[in-house]
């Protein structure tokens, strides 16, 4: 599965439980966050903006940063 690296700015564990809940309600995606560099690995087979819209939803700014 492919690797996608996003930045995501979270600034607290609640931001990180927000990407966590999204993220598993996704389905299908394995994930590492790191909340002191506000980044966040994803990989999956979900295509990359379905990936980015669904970061979004927590609320927070978030930007595609690359293949990991």
Do not use: W
């Not at 599965?1 to 439980?17: A, Q």
């Not at 993220?23 to 994930?31: D, E, I, R, S, T």
């Not at 927590?58 to 990991?68: C, V």
């Amino acid at each position: 599965m492919p690797k996608h690296e996003f930045f995501v700015d979270m600034t607290c564990e609640g931001c990180s439980n927000a990407v966590t809940r999204v993220l598993n309600k996704l389905g299908a995606v394995q994930f590492d966050i790191d909340l002191s560099n506000k980044k966040v690995t994803i990989e999956s087979d979900h295509n990359v903006d379905t990936l980015l819209e669904t970061l979004k939803k927590t609320g927070k700014n978030a930007s595609y940063l690359g293949d990991k």
